[in-house]
């Protein structure tokens, strides 16, 4: 599962929120495309290797430490067209993945350990403002199984929520094609700035950015209205 993944087909517009942030259902909003990156635990480079502490498959955590101390990211990066003559806007959802515990109280396939779990803990919008998950909370846990893996696809499914038949027709399922050049396909579809949420909006006292590298700035979206 490691790897840049394109989503291609979804069963439904819950299926969509299941990874999403569910801004597309704004007015005058649609969904461009949406990625779902899952990175590999970084190696610490140079010095002596760090003996490896040996954990039983049934003890296994899903995620270990936190950021420094090397974990599985994740990223997913929605691209929202707004209607008008408005630029796209990539939303970032990060945080960690990895698989629930094996054992008696696993919530994943025993045999398998096809439960993918997401955890997000970053959620900004393309304006740098902060996107709370839907119990208004700043981190959200999103539970997956890994229904098919292979070179080139990858297919994600999630039970329907409790009350709604369980059979295939309710599941919610997302498919995604591998991506070779995650930046490229960034670039068309102009989305490739650099994230500047942490940097000072404006340029000056008339509110316009600079013309130099990284002026670029936003207009305000449907769901910037704080009056």
Not at 32 to 43: A, I, K, V, Y
């Amino acid at each position: 599962v490691v790897g840049d993944w394109r989503l291609v087909w979804c069963s439904s517009d819950e299926a969509l929120c299941a990874v999403g942030s569910g801004l597309h259902k704004l007015p005058l909003t649609v969904m461009e495309d949406l990625f779902l990156s899952l990175r590999p635990q970084p190696t610490s480079s140079g010095g002596a290797k760090k003996k490896k502490k040996k954990v039983a498959a049934k003890t296994r955590p899903i995620i270990g430490g936190g950021a420094a101390g090397g974990v599985e990211t994740a990223e997913c990066a929605e691209v929202l067209r707004i209607i008008g003559p408005f630029p796209n806007v990539r939303n970032t959802l990060a945080g960690q993945w990895g698989f629930p515990l094996y054992g008696a109280e696993a919530e994943a396939d025993v045999a398998t350990g096809s439960g993918l779990e997401l955890i997000y803990d970053t959620m900004i919008d393309g304006n740098g403002g902060v996107i709370k998950a839907p119990d208004g909370s700043d981190r959200r846990k999103v539970k997956l199984d890994v229904t098919c893996v292979g070179s080139d696809c990858l297919v994600l499914t999630q039970p329907p929520p409790s009350g709604a038949q369980a059979d295939y027709e309710a599941l919610f399922t997302l498919v995604f094609k591998r991506v070779e050049d995650l930046e490229e396909e960034f670039r068309r579809l102009r989305v490739d700035r650099p994230d500047d949420w942490n940097e000072p909006k404006g340029g000056g006292d008339d509110g316009v950015e600079g013309e130099g590298e990284g002026g670029f700035s936003l207009p305000k979206m449907p769901w910037d209205n704080k009056a």
